[in-house]
């Protein structure tokens, strides 16, 4: 990736007065990076595979930049994580070969659809690195598995890729029957997760129609965390001012037309769950994470839902200061140094074994327990 911008460095500098707010508080690796996705997401169906533009979104295109990039950096990897390809369900599994295959933590990720669900090699070098941090904050044998969605999944209804899901979730979870299961999820993949636990709970259907009579909604996940959710599919009254993220209200009227059948249907727009008992019902009793950017598009309708989830006292908000959409990958892809690479990485495993680790066998046995390593000191300011 990085090698892709230094091409894109020499034929395009912008002054760095007319940066967006974003981009001024990062590398200008950053701020080339987020031009770049925001002029490919003019318009999502433009993906094809004839078109230059797919190269942002082709799962071989991340397949190699990722086999690159770990040879090149083969000094920071750290040797105990491992992936494997599965065919059923499809997917990504990141595990640690020299520890049990009885996994006691089993994140299942939730790719974000229209852009990067047909392509989980996007998200392996950086959940590689939150596996690593894992085993260090004391669990036994944590896996993660990527979901990898069906190209039809891009023009599909919200109702399709929840089935696909639901039927994918069963698959891996039945492999891991004595893990504690994370849901996680970014951006679609994290509405799509609202989704299940909205229909999972009973919010919105008293009486199942038939996709919902087919599908088995009988997995209790632990937790769940949510980076960037769309909680909103519904046109605001006018576009958002400036261009702050790459995430436009055009790109988000795209989605609403591939995904959403019914725009205003309120089980399409967390944000107009706006009832406590709603959110008492979808939370798990692990607990849930929210964290998002203060400068991306749906900040202010994300932070308001975050505010009436926090009530039922199982929310962690994380409300990042002068991020946009997604910020963890951009951050990940674009830092100059390895630190601030992991930043969210650190954050995130530290919040997990908060949540998790004390509720698995293993880490309360006193003869198989792996103690936990301080890998933040109150001193730093990560967000």
């Known amino acids: 990736m990085k090698l892709v911008i ?19 508080n990062a590398p200008f690796y950053q701020h080339a990076l987020t031009r770049t996705i925001s002029h490919y997401l003019k318009d999502l169906s433009s993906f094809e595979k004839v078109n230059p533009s797919y190269s942002m979104v082709s799962n071989i295109v991340w397949k190699y930049f990722f086999t690159t990039r770990a040879f090149i950096q083969s000094y920071n990897i750290i040797e105990l994580s491992h992936f494997e390809e599965l065919n059923i369900p499809e997917g990504i599994l990141i595990t640690a070969p020299c520890r049990t295959e009885n996994h006691d933590l ?27 941090l894992l085993l260090l904050q004391g669990f036994n044998s944590p896996s993660i598995f990527i979901m990898k969605f069906p190209e039809e999944s891009k023009t599909s209804s919200m109702e399709y890729n929840l089935k696909f899901f639901t039927e994918s979730l069963v698959k891996i979870v039945e492999q891991n029957p004595n893990s504690k299961v994370v849901l996680m999820g970014d951006s679609l993949g994290a509405t799509l ?36 959710p769309i909680v909103s599919f519904v046109q605001p009254e006018k576009y958002a001012a400036g261009n702050l993220d790459f995430l436009t209200q055009r790109c988000v009227d795209d989605m609403a037309s591939n995904f959403c059948s019914n725009k205003a249907a309120d089980r399409f727009n967390p944000a107009a769950w706006d009832k406590l008992e709603m959110w008492e019902k979808i939370v ?31 929310v962690k908000i994380m409300k990042a200061h002068n991020k946009g959409h997604c910020w963890q990958f951009i951050s990940f892809l674009t830092e100059e140094t390895q630190d601030e690479k992991e930043d969210s990485c650190f954050l995130l ?16 046995d006193p003869e198989r327990a792996y103690e936990p390593m301080n890998l933040l000191t109150i001193d730093d300011d990560h967000l």
């Open 6 to 24: 230094d091409v894109f460095f020499m034929c395009y500098v912008e002054p760095l007065n007319v940066k967006d707010k974003v981009a001024q």
């Open 106 to 132: 089993l994140i299942v990720y939730v790719p974000n659809i229209p852009l990067f669900g047909g392509a989980p090699f996007f998200y392996v070098e950086y959940l590689m690195t939150l596996h690593s």
């Open 193 to 228: 997760i609202l989704n299940f636990l909205s229909v999972k709970s009973g919010v919105f259907f008293n009486e199942k129609t038939n996709d919902e009579n087919n599908m088995n909604l009988d997995i209790d996940p632990y937790a769940v965390i949510l980076l960037s």
């Open 284 to 314: 798990p009793g692990g607990g849930m994470v929210i964290t998002f950017g203060d400068e991306e598009l749906q900040s202010e309708k994300i932070d308001t839902l975050s505010k009436l989830a926090f009530k039922t006292e199982r």
């Open 349 to 364: 495993a530290g919040l997990i074994s908060r949540m998790v680790i004390y509720k698995t066998e293993t880490y309360r």
